[in-house]
């Protein structure tokens, strides 16, 4: 798969980039976070830094003033595995080189599966703030290397916490698996209660 640059025009129908953040501080407190061996991990919120001048920038001039959280996804990873999507655009801060796999909602067939050979590709340089906007479809991003990645992850406050839905749930519903969370998998990815709407290849680099 070719992998493009973040800063490409064919990303423009993504997300965009935002310079001109301080974010030293945040770095700072990313590097005492866990980078585990061959797996992903997830974190919505990191104590301490959502207190820091630099997070109260991010939700001020890239939120509106909303309240926002404030956490990471570090690990190895090279596969596409799940595509999911927000009601609202999501940041990712790339504290190390990486890559992320993203598609377009409007791909979504009215049955909910979508075709993977429509995914692109895009190189994050480390140092990146890089908006995602909700109708983007993504995951959890790709390392660049053998040396697994970091990215700081900023979205409303609640984004990703628990939900109740009913048993019964149809159409969109059916790819809730927690607030602000629309999900569709793969099947090869095996991820419980999940809509396995993937259609071909599950992506590897």
Known sequence: MEIQNVADIAFKVYG????????EGI??????????????IYVPSLEGMEGLPETEALKNQLFG??????????????????????RSSEIDIAVTDLVLLVGRQQDIQDDFTYD????????????????LYATTLHYAPCSADNNGFRCVIVLPKGTNEEIELPDNAEGEMQLITARNKWLVAHKEAGI????????GENICL
């Open 16 to 23: 965009r980039i935002h310079t001109g953040y301080a974010l």
């Open 27 to 40: 770095f700072e407190k990313m590097q005492d976070t866990p980078l585990p061996e061959g797996e992903v």
């Open 65 to 86: 003033g909303l309240d926002i959280q404030t956490g990471y996804c570090n690990g190895y990873n090279k596969k596409l595995n799940a595509l999911e999507y927000h």
């Open 116 to 131: 993977t050979s429509l995914i692109e590709a895009f190189f994050v340089p480390a140092g990146t703030v890089v908006e």
């Open 192 to 199: 419980e209660g999940a809509f396995n709407g993937l259609r």
